[in-house]
């Protein structure tokens, strides 16, 4: 049995969305290279709309793959629903992860709304605290 | 494929796997059974247990078989322990970067009592022996240095470190798992009273090994049973496995000086190669290293997707990334001589074979560059490093 399903190989082997926003209206960074994953995500954000997303990550297979199905995934949508995604529902749109790679779609989950607290801080926009968690003070990372 | 893991095991050589065919069909009796069918098999285990002893200079009633590399060190070190508290002696000195069945035994004994001292195998990952000298106190029962590292490859200075134990009388105990078959090991000369070897890192079968324990080392069971191993590892022996050991030790022994010649020429050509990747660095002292060890850090990348794009270009390699080893860490080796975490991260270990083609060396280090050039255009890592938003280490 592979380490990783087909999905997230195809993905890792071809990100989809790779690269940098120059203009954009968020940017969100998660991760830290102490502990092997850093993801980057650019939003650009007409309209209440995600025109265009990129990202750049440092990481194993599936957390690049993670970072590529993410962008895919609110590419196009609406801010509200970006907002909602979950990393259970990247990690079931790579047909799964192994469970000690989960925390890689927890960190695409957290690079996206990280990049929307930051379109919100620059726009002035008002929302609710409690719709970011502080990935900072994550246990995950903390060495 | 290139195969480029042989630190992780190797393929059995052809005579090797004709030995051990040759025993489960002809020899296959229980060496403990008293009528001629069991005989021969006995007879094909002190055989093989010869041969052993004589490669590595050594009689063969201080070689005792076990399940491989892992059990031998356990029981080496366990053995040590025992003698040492039957004379109230509870003080073992060990290396940092040992492998975890040495390092998880000794932090068993720790919680038994034991004091551990753990060198520094400082940046080139070589310990000192002068080190070992200041290390070991009146209550000292045991030094465990291992011979090669798994890791980075860096041959440990075996001979004089067991000089100093053997002049201080304490034990010296030392995993030669990625030595033996590759370096000429004589435990006479090396001054070595314990040394523990696995079969499938030479082109022996896998779950076989063995535990040389100089004569009149008392040895602790770890399996209590029947009679086997002059009583001190019950359960019936694996003759198969064991005589293929044999066949496949006496092989690679034989081939060393040509091995050596051919692995190191092709070792410095990849290690040459790698080294014209900007912000790279090797691993481990370059002279002193297993001549097919090539182990390199890269900033800016990860290990495991290092890995996975050269699994698609059809090469078998290893990393010490934290996502390699399903923990938060990476490797304690590359920790021990001082890689911080962000650089450790994006390690990569090739192994070699001396079947490795002039070819394949070419499209190693080809390949290895573009995977790494391909990682680093996607890295936040690598721009900040590049925009001097963060400071390269290497």
Request: charged share 25%; aromatic share 6%.
């Amino acid at each position: 049995m592979a380490l990783y399903s087909e999905k997230v190989m195809d993905h890792f082997r071809n990100p989809r969305n790779v690269g940098v926003i120059e203009d954009a209206d968020g940017v969100g960074e998660v991760g830290n290279a102490k502990c092997g994953d850093i993801m980057k995500i650019y939003l650009k954000i007409k309209d209440g709309i995600i025109v265009d997303v990129k990202f750049e990550t440092f990481g194993c297979g599936s957390a690049i793959a993670s970072s590529s199905m993410a962008t895919e995934m609110i590419k196009g949508k609406p801010v509200s629903e970006a907002l909602s995604l979950t990393n259970k529902a990247v990690a079931e749109a790579l047909d799964g992860l192994p469970a000690y790679k989960m925390h890689c779609s927890v960190l695409a989950e957290e690079a996206i709304k990280k990049a929307l607290k930051d379109y919100y801080d620059k726009n002035g926009i008002e929302y609710d605290p409690a719709l970011f968690p502080d990935c900072d003070s994550c246990e995950h990372c903390s060495i | 494929m290139i195969y480029a893991d042989n630190a992780a095991t190797t393929k059995m050589s052809e005579a090797a796997i004709k030995r051990m065919t040759s025993v489960l069909n002809e020899s296959w009796g229980n060496p403990s059974s008293l009528y001629s069918h069991g005989q021969k098999a006995k007879e094909t285990l002190e055989e093989a247990r010869a041969e052993i002893a004589e490669a590595i200079g050594a009689e063969p009633r201080e070689i005792y078989f076990t399940s491989g590399g892992s059990e031998a060190d356990n029981q080496a070190i366990r053995s040590a322990a025992a003698i040492g508290r039957s004379q109230g002696k509870t003080h073992i000195v060990s290396t940092a970067f040992e492998h975890h069945a040495v390092l998880h035994t000794l932090e068993k004994l720790k919680k038994e009592g034991f004091e551990i001292t753990l060198l520094d195998v400082h940046e080139n990952g070589l310990v000192v022996p002068s080190e070992v000298e200041e290390a070991i106190r009146d209550d000292t029962c045991l030094v465990t240095v291992m011979y090669a590292n798994n890791e980075i490859g860096t041959i440990q200075p075996i001979k004089e470190i067991g000089e100093i134990c053997r002049r201080r009388g304490v034990l010296f105990h030392t995993d030669a798992v990625q030595a033996i078959g590759h370096l000429p090991v004589n435990v006479r000369e090396d001054n070595i009273d314990m040394l523990s070897a696995s079969a499938h890192k030479f082109h022996g079968p896998k779950g076989v090994g063995f535990l040389y324990a100089k004569r009149g080392i008392r040895l602790t069971n770890l399996i209590e049973g029947g009679a086997q191993e002059r009583g001190k590892r019950a359960g019936t022996e694996n003759v198969p496995g064991i005589a293929a050991m044999a066949e496949a030790l006496k092989e690679s022994v034989a081939k060393i000086p040509e091995s050596t010649a051919r692995l190191t020429a092709a070792r410095d050509t990849i290690i040459e190669g790698l080294r014209q990747i900007p912000h790279s660095a090797l691993n481990g002292d370059e002279r002193m290293r297993l001549p097919g060890n090539v182990n390199f850090c890269f900033e800016g990348i990860e290990g495991e997707s290092l890995l996975l794009l050269l699994d698609d270009k059809g090469i078998c390699a290893s990393s010490g990334s934290a996502c390699t080893s399903g923990s938060l860490d990476p490797s304690h080796v590359l920790l021990a001589i001082g890689r911080v975490h962000d650089v450790a991260h994006g390690s990569l270990r090739l192994s070699i074979c001396e079947d490795i083609t002039d070819e394949e060396v070419d499209y190693i280090i080809k390949s290895v560059g573009e995977v790494v050039g391909h990682l680093r255009g996607f890295s936040p890592v690598w721009r900040d490093l590049l925009s001097g938003k963060r400071e390269f280490i290497l």
